[in-house]
Nanobody, 123 residues
């Protein structure tokens, strides 16, 4: 059973940095696409960033230049470095994996999800 597990959320002041990490167990070979989604209270779960097995990345417009997604194929891990955080970045952040060979940004194109980690940015 493929299982992503997130870690690293927390509380930070606006302008600060946080790094969230995800380890995916239960898979013996590289995962085609790994991504981070986020869901704020009362809102939809939307993609933040994604990365393919060969390093192609996608960022939603609101985080470009502030967030960096990276992965380690050998360890099946994916990280999201978040800098210059804003209160509007407050959400539960979810790690997700997709078996599609090409980068995907829709929630229904992802197969496995973690339980989420809370990121709170105070003003």
């Amino acid at each position: 059973q493929v299982q992503p597990v997130e870690s690293g959320g927390g509380l930070v002041q606006a302008g600060g940095s946080l790094r969230v990490s995800c380890v995916v167990s239960g898979r013996a070979f590289s995962i085609p696409v790994m991504a981070w989604f986020r869901q704020a209270p009362g809102k939809e779960r939307d993609i933040v960033a994604a990365v393919t097995w060969n390093g192609t990345t996608y960022y939603t417009d609101s985080v470009k230049g502030r967030f960096t997604i990276s992965r380690d194929n050998a360890k099946n891990t994916v990280n999201l470095q978040m800098n210059s955080l804003k209160p509007e970045d407050t959400a539960v952040y979810y790690c997700a994996t997709s078996n599609n060979l090409f980068l995907k940004i829709r929630r229904d194109e992802y197969d496995y999800w973690g339980q989420g980690t809370q990121v709170t940015v105070s003003s």
